[in-house]
């Protein structure tokens, strides 16, 4: 009933029939008698009063002179039966005859689709109206009726509904809610402990507190194979739960939703059971879950849902900290947080991340080394910088053999850059030798242009993130290497171009500008910069993971 989808049974031998003529008798199969009884259900149990879907049953002794499948409108009930507490049935029905025997229907269901006055259980009471047009259709003769009803009233039996409310709490905000009690590793909403040891890994038990549970560190290795267990209790049952997952790798303050390595176990009505991964790291490996039933402690009856997962890692986690997420078939659902977690240790088993992008025009290859680190082709170490692989190297630092890794141009001498993007041009001396203009010797050994040796006493500064300021001592090799690019495609697109001479362009100046204050780096404003970001992550986490909000 308080689903809005509730039924009223009215149980009574009677027949809408409009009567035109007098009947012509003979004896009656049926003396005159008063209806069997009235009824009433809620085919939902949704609640315990007389609400919407409600239904009332009328029971005669005998078919009446009705059609079967028919219908009787709320004005022609009126007519034919009296109510008292109503003193008339009222709102929006529907009334129809049912159940016949081999003279006619002997019930009358009645339901509500709209309710202006409520019945009573016992206090109301349906009767036949003397002035109505219902009899025993088997006492009926040719062009004439039968016997009547009495008017003898009978009360309303029956129920409204077996709901027991339940008593509004913070699962239920007092919204009607049902089953609103989550399942639980623990504690329930009162802080009552339901369950001992609810979560284990590889043998370290312990008790789960309501949503954080400080949890010692366990470290394990690379390719060895850990076990965690859990033990979970629903109010309806082990049944009852639907779906548990297990994620690795949190960071402190992360929901669930931000783990790269999370196993789902899920159930359907019918008791198929289905594992799941999400690990787009390829961290986790040889898995498998298995479930089973047990007390949940030692001192209670209450059976719980052990879940086991057995499971290896491939790789270290960025994180440690763990995170488990159950809901049972009503979707009530409760999450929990283990820290320190579990820290993985040992090298990674999966191939390195290997990838190509262009730095200053040229295509480099880099496979990573660690999460932060890696190395290209040519040997160059690179590091992982605010979302950006940077080379790392210094010439003075690390001396390395310069070659010409790319030619650009080959007129009047050779254009090209080595392998760290910086610009030459070299002027053949023979088919082998050439010199650039820095007077650096090169060599070419079939294959490759190759200086003959290295920058070994001079200072070269690292390139920044903006290129070459002028102040760097490889602006004017960088600066060179520029007017060469810029010639050679200057001749591609416009030949001519450079019939004139630009010498002039040189003779600039320069003036220096003021001190500018970056307005970012003031205390205020990186206080209110925090602070917006703050309520950003929080508006973010109510979006994408809203169970984590629902209590």
Known sequence: MGCGKSFVYLLAFAVLFTVGFSPYLTQDAFAASPLSSAVANDPDDGDAVFSVGDTVLIKFPAGVNATNGGSMSLTEFNNNFTTTNPAAFDGTITATWQTPDAD?????LISWSAITTALQITTTTVGYNAGGNLFYAVNATAGGAGTEFTTTAVNLTGDFGLFVAATATSNGGGSGCIDCEAPTLGVDDDGRRLVDGGFTYNGNSIDVERYFTPYPLVTVSVGKQNVAEFKIYDDKGPDSISHFELAFGLANGESIGKSKAVINWDRTFDGIETVTIDDPENVLDKIKVTTSEDYCSDE?????????????????????????????????????????????????????????????????????????????????????EYGLWNKDHSLHKNPVTLFLKEIISKENGLAGSDQFGTMYYLTETSATTAVDLFGNLWTFDGELWTMDYIYSKMILDKMGMNSYSRENSQFNIYKQGQSLLAESHLNQICPECL?????????????????????????????????????????????FDPLLYKK
């Open 499 to 543: 019939d004139e001479s630009y010498l002039e362009i040189n003779d600039i100046f320069t003036y220096e500008y003021p001190t500018v204050t970056n307005s970012l780096e003031h205390p205020e404003i990186q206080k209110i910069m925090n602070l917006e970001s703050e309520k950003a992550s929080n508006i973010l986490d109510h979006i």
């Open 104 to 108: 006619g229907p002997t019930e009358l």
């Open 300 to 384: 209670s009856q209450q059976k719980c849902l052990i879940v086991k997962v057995t499971h290896t890692f491939r790789a270290p986690l960025d994180f440690n900290i763990l995170g488990t997420n159950v809901w049972d078939t009503k979707r009530n659902a409760w999450q929990n947080y283990y820290n320190h977690g579990i820290e993985v240790v040992g090298d990674s088993l999966n191939h390195p991340k290997e990838h190509d992008g262009i730095n200053k025009g040229h295509v480099y290859h880099l496979t990573e080394t660690s999460k932060t680190t890696a190395v290209d082709e040519f040997g160059n170490p690179w590091s992982l």
